[in-house]
């Protein structure tokens, strides 16, 4: 079966400009998690939707946000882009819902964001 | 709240042997612990989850143990090949999400 899409696989941005990424989990996955990946920090969670419902939220400003759509999609968007948004957004589904402990998570292959 | 840390950067080792990473926590025990592969450029793969309660866990060439005395986790892998050159990361579900270690990079010399 089809693994996490996510797109684009690459975006060069201005800094004030939005974005929007996309992501389209495994086909039944209900749940869908954002990441941002930088070198310098790491996987840092950005939020977590399951059943169109934001669930879980991590620590980053207003400026991201995200939604989740009726067939389990998702899009995140950030405005106001700055130059320290320059990193790898990375999309992960699972199968159950969050909280639960013994759930694997499927990656897509990421964005990567440049902000100039 | 719960850290997850992996202390090493980076590992080089010679084709053959066998390479280990350690992962530590700081506070509770977490009920499972999940170790992931990520290549560059690319999202992290699934490999292994252990829970607290087995003290290891096998798959092919891969071993992974978990001893709540020391509150860590090792990821052993055995005959190592320069195709397992790459990053690995171990992770917990918290409360909030799957948090991730930093990561080690680990590099096969043939």
């Known amino acids: 079966k089809a693994g996490v899409t996510q797109t684009p696989r690459y975006l060069i941005k201005t800094r004030g400009q939005q974005v929007t990424l996309s992501c389209s989990p495994i086909?039944?996955?209900?749940?869908v998690s954002w990441y941002q990946q930088t070198p310098g920090q790491g996987l840092q969670f950005l939020f977590e939707?399951?059943?169109?419902?934001?669930?879980n939220k991590g620590n980053f400003p207003g400026r991201f946000s995200g939604r989740q759509f009726s067939n389990s999609r998702s899009e995140m968007n950030v405005s106001t882009l700055e130059l320290g948004d320059s990193a790898l957004y990375l999309c992960?589904?699972?199968?159950?819902?969050?909280?639960?402990?013994?759930?694997?998570?499927?990656f897509g292959q990421g964005t990567r964001l440049t902000v100039v | 709240s719960q850290k997850i840390e992996q202390n090493s950067e980076a590992l080089n080792i010679q084709e053959g042997k066998t390479a280990t990473l350690t992962c530590n926590y700081t506070?509770?025990?977490?009920?499972?612990l999940q170790w992931y592969r990520q290549d560059p450029g690319r999202g992290p793969v699934f490999l292994l989850l252990?829970?607290?309660?087995?003290k290891e866990k096998r798959k092919e060439r891969l071993k992974v143990t978990f001893d709540t005395t020391l509150k860590q986790s090792l990821f052993h892998i055995t005959a190592s090949q320069p195709a397992d050159s790459a990053t690995y990361l171990c992770?917990?579900?918290?409360?909030?999400?799957?948090?991730f270690g930093s990561g080690t990079r680990l590099q096969v010399q043939p």
């Open positions: 992960a589904s699972s199968l159950e819902a969050p909280g639960q402990a013994n759930t694997e998570a499927f």
């Open positions: 086909s039944g996955h209900r749940s």
């Open positions: 939707y399951f059943s169109e419902t934001q669930r």
């Open positions: 506070n509770y025990s977490p009920a499972y």
């Open positions: 252990i829970r607290e309660n087995e």
């Open positions: 992770a917990h579900r918290g409360r909030r999400a799957l948090t």
